[in-house]
């Protein structure tokens, strides 16, 4: 993967986790009515869970930023992605899944193999190798 794709796709991933935590840290109530969802027995759950969305999409920005320099993060997006995609894939397997969290799923399990092919394309070679490395 090219450091421009590289630079994209950590930056897209930013945008999409961020205005993610943001719509739902300040549209959390609307959003859950306008799907038709019961309202959680306190707001601060989906608070708390946006504000992680969007401190982990400036960690993306960060790695937009240097991708080979910081990745480092990436294994922590990696993560981020899973955790959520498995919990997503769990429940709509039970069949007790809202309609509003499976595109999302869908998108972060895509981003995971991206951020997969991005952790492999940014390993350093091994040092001192045969073909005149350090000495």
């Known amino acids: 993967m090219s450091r421009s794709a590289l630079r994209s796709l950590f930056g897209?991933?930013?945008v999409?986790?961020?205005?993610?935590?943001?719509?739902?840290?300040?549209?959390?109530?609307?959003?859950?009515?306008a799907a038709g969802l019961t309202q959680p027995n306190h707001w601060g759950y989906?608070?708390?869970?946006?504000?992680?969305?969007?401190?982990f999409g400036t960690m993306f920005f960060a790695v937009a930023r240097d991708p080979v320099a910081n990745r480092n993060l990436?294994?922590?997006?990696?993560?981020?992605?899973?955790?959520?995609?498995?919990?997503?894939?769990?429940?709509?397997?039970?069949?007790?899944?809202p309609w509003l969290f499976k595109p999302f799923a869908v998108i972060d399990g895509i981003m995971l193999g991206l951020?997969?092919?991005?952790l492999r394309?940014?390993?350093?070679?091994?040092?001192?190798?045969?073909?005149?490395?350090?000495?």
């Not at 990436?74 to 995609?85: D, F, H, R, S, T």
């Not at 394309?121 to 000495?135: F, I, Q």
């Open 12 to 14: 897209m991933a930013g």
């Open 46 to 55: 989906i608070q708390f869970a946006a504000l992680l969305l969007m401190i």
């Open 115 to 118: 951020f997969g092919l991005a």
């Open 121 to 135: 394309g940014t390993a350093s070679p091994p040092v001192g190798n045969s073909e005149g490395g350090n000495r």
């Open 74 to 97: 990436i294994p922590y997006g990696m993560l981020l992605k899973a955790a959520y995609v498995g919990i997503v894939a769990f429940y709509w397997a039970a069949g007790d899944c």
């Open 16 to 33: 999409y986790d961020f205005i993610i935590g943001l719509v739902f840290l300040g549209f959390g109530p609307r959003l859950f009515a």
